[in-house]
């Protein structure tokens, strides 16, 4: 108790999203990105081999900022509070019943670049809130160039073809996965990951990411 009341003294608890020291009675997230964030609602958008998915937060504002700070200035502490606050999500609005939980993997190039799987930080942190272990059923056995640059849904369904395997077949077959990933863009990722794993014999895939950006389509409604 000592130890961690000198440690918040030191280093004091901050909210994930802006960087403000959080009070007493606050935990994660302060009081103005608690009730001024853009959660995400829900979407008409399906993709492939996807039989349903959510999000926490729409990807804008201090959501963006806060996700860039983790993926690539090594804020690796930002993980667990990002899946803490999803199990918040899928406790109050439950997207499956599900028998898995596992996560989009990084290539072995970008862990050994970035010195950790940003999303298997989450998934982790997640299943211990849901009290369902995450266990790494995928593994991405090739390199590819990031979704977000390439600009036509043609060049990233042939860039992420191929690019995952599954690990043990037994440990889906006829089950139904939960899939989690940190920011679903085009959703050419978890589409070509749910391919694989239905192909290896699950029953159905649903996803559940931290956020995703704004539908233009819908938002100009």
């Known amino acids: 108790m000592l130890k961690e009341k000198l440690l918040n003294l030191l280093f004091p608890p901050k909210c994930v999203l802006c960087s403000r020291v959080l009070s007493d009675e606050q935990t994660d997230l302060c009081h103005s990105c608690r009730?001024?964030?853009?959660?995400?609602?829900?979407s008409k958008k399906k993709f492939s081999f996807v039989a349903g998915w959510t999000s926490l937060w729409y990807?804008?504002?201090?959501?963006?900022?806060?996700?860039?700070?983790?993926?690539?200035?090594?804020?690796r502490s930002y993980g667990p509070i990002y899946g803490r606050?999803?199990?918040?999500?899928?406790?109050?609005k439950p997207l499956c019943s599900y028998d898995v939980l596992t996560w989009v993997p990084v290539s072995r190039f970008r862990l050994m670049q970035r010195g950790y799987d940003q999303v298997e930080l989450i998934a982790h942190s997640l299943g211990q809130e849901l009290g369902t272990p995450a266990i790494p059923v995928l593994t991405k056995q090739r390199?590819?160039?990031?979704q977000s640059r390439l600009n036509t849904p043609e060049r990233r369904r042939a860039n992420i073809l191929g690019a995952f395997r599954v690990n043990d077949i037994t440990s889906i077959?006829?089950?139904?996965?939960?899939?989690?990933?940190?920011?679903?863009?085009?959703?050419s990722t978890i589409s070509e990951c749910a391919r694989v794993l239905l192909t290896a014999g699950a029953k159905a895939v649903y996803c559940a990411a931290v956020a995703v950006p704004h539908d233009k389509k819908e938002k100009r409604r």
């Open 35 to 42: 009730q001024d964030t853009d959660e995400f609602t829900k």
């Open 59 to 75: 990807y804008t504002g201090n959501v963006r900022h806060s996700m860039l700070l983790y993926k690539f200035y090594r804020r």
């Open 85 to 92: 606050l999803l199990a918040m999500k899928l406790h109050a």
């Open 143 to 146: 390199h590819t160039k990031p």
């Open 173 to 187: 077959q006829g089950k139904t996965v939960l899939l989690i990933d940190d920011i679903i863009t085009t959703g």
